[in-house]
């Protein structure tokens, strides 16, 4: 049995000695592999196409302007046309009601200016229109001017325009556009009629027809009323230049030369002027220089009250029985009025000087003028008869040629220094003026040294 396994054992340990030994059969080559097809280059991710922005809205244009109304009615007439140009021009307007007749709106101004906080557009007498160009605060608006359609120098008063165009670089005008005049306005005098009557004083409109109002028929007409008593007054101006400056015209003098660079407050009509005045105040015949006549006559205690056209809303608010008369003739046969103006002007650093002066433009258009007008405000600063045609329609009842009269008189126009410094030169005849009127310097001193004062003046400028 043993032999028998061991057989066994070496068959099998035989059978795997030649497993082990044997070559294995070839394998077959393998196909090559098809190259695989170049792929097409992907293109390059390119970015999300931005998404397309609105265009931006246009900024709204904001202007501020501003004038200097004499009373809260004139105040309200400006806002209520601020709103309409507003809508016009499609842009924001805030008006500004500036401060009193006073030099103080201007100093207020030119503060502002300096500060940069002051409007974009704003009115400022024609006296002083050298004085703001001077400075350098006004910007020039000929370019705007020549290229709005319809725009012409000639569509308003030649004297106006003459200091509004004038080049101080060139002496020339027309060269530019410091502005646009607002309105023009002669002084009248406002009659209290009901203390006229009661006085037994003649009627001054029926004296001035007759032509007989002159400076003697004023002076009885005022001691008359004045001799009612109590605290009623014949006459009563406000103390700056443009009252005192009609009497020293009408005697046939006035502030400077023909030339305007020179002072004549010394001359011999000058002074004729200032003593005729001096003589009301020294009758007493006048409320006291200094004080503001108007409340006393809207309140009814004065016959006679010296001003403007623009004092006309005021006054028709009073319940007595009122109407005006052209200044009386002084001895050079003429009243000594003048040819009130001031312009719309624009801030030299203004944001937006195309929209202000379309602005300026607006304002002094006929049919805003004419609805300015209509309250009794001005009288529009365009020529032409059917201007004054218009003019007479409003307040038919009242005496309105009074103010046209004026105008036709040989008034002398407001108008700056372009020699020297009107603010400067105001200052001191008006210190030295009030002297006289309150009874502290004699016209004779007066005439004696006021020249050398204010003649500094011209000495600034050259």
């Known amino acids: 049995m043993k032999t028998t396994y061991r057989l066994i054992g070496l068959m ?7 497993a082990a030994c ?3 059969p070839a394998q077959p080559a393998q196909p090559a592999q098809p190259a695989q097809p170049a792929q097409p280059a992907q293109p390059a991710a390119t970015e999300a196409p931005a998404a397309t922005e609105a265009p931006a809205a ?29 809508k016009k021009l499609g842009i924001k307007l805030t008006y500004e009601p500036g401060g009193s007749e006073t030099a103080s709106y201007q100093d207020v101004l030119r503060t502002e200016l300096a500060a940069g906080t002051a409007p974009d557009v704003f009115w400022i007498p024609g ?17 705007y001017a020549d290229a709005t359609e319809g725009y012409s120098d000639s569509n308003y008063y030649p004297e106006p ?31 209290n009629l009901d203390l006229i009557n009661e006085a037994g004083a003649p009627d001054p409109r029926e004296l001035a027809k007759a032509g007989k109002w002159d400076w003697a028929a004023f002076k009885e007409v005022a001691e008359k009323i004045n001799a009612l008593g109590g605290d009623i007054k014949g006459y009563g101006m406000n103390a700056w230049w443009g009252p005192f400056g009609a009497f020293m015209n ?33 009758a007493g015949i006048a409320v006291p220089y200094g004080e503001d006549s108007e409340p006393p006559f809207r309140a009814g205690k004065v016959g006679m009250f010296q ?12 319940t007595f029985n009122w109407d005006v008369v052209e200044l009386p003739k002084g001895p050079s046969g003429h009243m000594g009025n003048w040819l009130f103006w001031g312009a719309y002007v624009v801030n030299k650093n203004t944001k937006h000087p195309e929209a202000a002066w379309k602005l300026v433009d607006a304002l002094t258009q006929p049919d805003i003028q004419a609805k300015v007008a209509a309250r009794g405000t001005n009288i529009p600063s365009r020529v032409g008869e059917a201007v004054f045609t218009e003019f007479l329609k409003i307040l038919p009842e009242k005496n309105n040629q009074a103010f046209l009269n004026g ?56």
């Not at 246009?58 to 309409?84: G, Q």
């Not at 502005?179 to 406002?190: A, E, M």
């Not at 009408?250 to 200032?274: I, M, P, Q, W």
């Not at 001003?307 to 009073?318: M, Y």
């Open 12 to 18: 099998a340990i035989a059978g795997l000695t030649l």
């Open 22 to 24: 044997a070559v294995p």
């Open 58 to 86: 246009p900024a709204e244009i904001s202007l501020r302007w501003r004038t200097r109304p004499d009373n809260k009615e004139e105040a309200d007439v400006y806002a209520s046309i601020s709103d309409e140009v507003a």
């Open 127 to 143: 006296t002083d229109i050298a004085d703001f160009v001077q400075r350098g605060l006004l910007l020039d608006l000929r370019p």
């Open 161 to 191: 325009m003459f200091h509004l165009t004038y080049n101080p670089a060139t002496g020339k005008p027309g060269e530019v556009l410091w502005g646009l005049p607002r309105d023009v306005s002669t002084f009248v005098l406002y009659l």
């Open 250 to 282: 009408s005697a046939g003098g006035g502030f400077f030369n023909a030339e305007r660079n020179a002072c004549n407050l010394n001359s011999k009509e000058s002074l004729e002027g200032l003593a005729f005045l001096r003589s009301l105040y020294d």
């Open 307 to 318: 001003n403007g056209r623009w004092a006309t809303p005021g006054i028709s608010t009073v």
């Open 407 to 462: 105008l036709a008189d040989k008034p002398a126009a407001e108008g700056p220094l372009w020699t020297g410094s009107w603010p400067d030169f105001d200052k001191a005849m008006g210190a030295k003026v009030s002297d006289v009127l309150t009874g502290k310097l004699s016209v004779e001193d007066f005439g004696k040294t006021i020249c050398d004062e204010a003649g500094k003046a011209f000495n600034k400028q050259g």
